[in-house]
């Protein structure tokens, strides 16, 4: 066990035996020898339990590892914003989102026709789009064109249903890429994750609707503790080409709403999902007025 995850497991058993000295302390008021007697044992217990955990810690005050890793683990008991959120990340880039190896191959359901290559082409994102319509949305023409429909049809679908479809053709995703419980995460996703970012961004002409103020205010009370107030703390790009949050915001809004809402996958980054997609649309609309160079 490391220094700071005992000093932590101590001072909770210091704080628990406080709590514990104020209860049996409370009715003394008028303190009999049996109530003294009481509290000497308290203290005596709590003395003794202070000496034994620093030899042994109590196995339900340690830090469970995959507890602490925000990134790649997952909480003990999922709540419905944390599972679409994992499953958006999956949707996004799964072998970034998951921790595994990238595939080697072109996904074959990928059309020749197809500007992108290799690994991409296995990404939800690649087919279906940022904003989860396909050849109907921002991929009708340009670089991402692959003529696929998006998933918008797949709204309320059963999870367990569109998990097994994506075992199969076309999609033939194996457990070694995605688990069945990983799986179930994007299948959620699809069910109940997905946003009506076409209500909120114009892919057409890239204009957010959202309130710039109130998303003036959410940035800076969140993600400038990261991004910067400006946004320019973090660069996905090179010096001669940033790519900035205001950079992305500007380039791919509809890129930006997934991450805001679902994070960024392998990326110590928040998600806004347990808050109104409003909130997200307003930080979008903050974010396209951020410096972009
Ligand atoms: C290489 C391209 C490609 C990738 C990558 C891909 N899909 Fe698909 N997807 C397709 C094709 C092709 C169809 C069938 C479309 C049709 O029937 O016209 C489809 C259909 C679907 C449907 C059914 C849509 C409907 O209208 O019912 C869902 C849901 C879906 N995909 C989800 C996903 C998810 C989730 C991922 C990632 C884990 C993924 N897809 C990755 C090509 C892809
Ligand atoms: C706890 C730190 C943290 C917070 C808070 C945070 N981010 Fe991030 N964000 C990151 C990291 C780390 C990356 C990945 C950077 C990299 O790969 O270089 C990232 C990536 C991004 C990206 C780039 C993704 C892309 O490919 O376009 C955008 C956009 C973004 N964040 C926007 C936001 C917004 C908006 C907020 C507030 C709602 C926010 N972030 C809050 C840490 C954070």
Not at 16 to 29: C, M
Not at 145 to 150: A, Q, S, Y
């Given at each position: ?105 072109m996904h074959p359901a990928y059309p020749a026709t197809g500007k992108q290559s290799g690994a991409n082409t296995w990404r939800c994102k690649e087919c279906h789009g940022w904003d989860y319509r396909g050849r109907d949305g921002k991929y009708a ?63 057409k002409t890239g204009n957010v609707k959202g309130d710039v103020k109130h998303g003036e205010a959410i940035f800076q009370t969140t993600c400038a503790a990261c991004h910067g107030f400006d946004g320019r703390l973090l660069n996905r790009g090179d ?55």
């Open positions: 066990m490391s220094e700071p995850e005992h000093e932590l497991a101590f001072n909770q058993w210091i704080i628990a035996g406080v709590r514990d000295i104020r209860v049996a302390v409370r009715p003394t008021t008028g303190a009999s020898n049996a109530m003294k007697i009481q509290l000497s044992a308290v203290v005596i217990a709590l003395s003794c339990c202070l000496a034994s955990e620093v030899v042994s810690a109590d196995p339900k005050s340690e830090l469970r590892e995959d507890q602490a890793d925000f990134v790649h683990g997952a909480p003990e008991s999922e709540s419905d914003s944390w599972l679409l959120a994992a499953g958006g990340r999956i949707y996004d880039n799964w072998w970034h989102a998951l921790d595994r190896e990238k595939p080697t191959s023409s340009g670089s991402h064109f692959t003529g696929i429909k998006g998933i918008e049809a797949a709204k309320g679908d059963d999870p367990a249903a569109i998990a097994k479809m994506l075992r199969g053709a076309p999609h033939g995703y194996p457990a070694t890429m995605i688990t069945d419980k990983e799986l179930a995460r994007v299948a959620a996703f699809v069910s109940r994750g997905q946003d009506e970012t076409a209500k909120f961004v114009d892919v010096k001669d080409a940033p790519a900035y949050v205001g950079t992305d915001a500007n380039a791919a809004p509809d890129e930006v709403l997934h991450k805001i809402r679902n994070s960024h996958p392998g990326a110590a980054m928040i998600s806004l999902r347990a808050f109104p997609i409003e909130d997200a649309a307003d930080v979008l609309a903050y974010a396209k007025t951020l410096p972009q160079k």
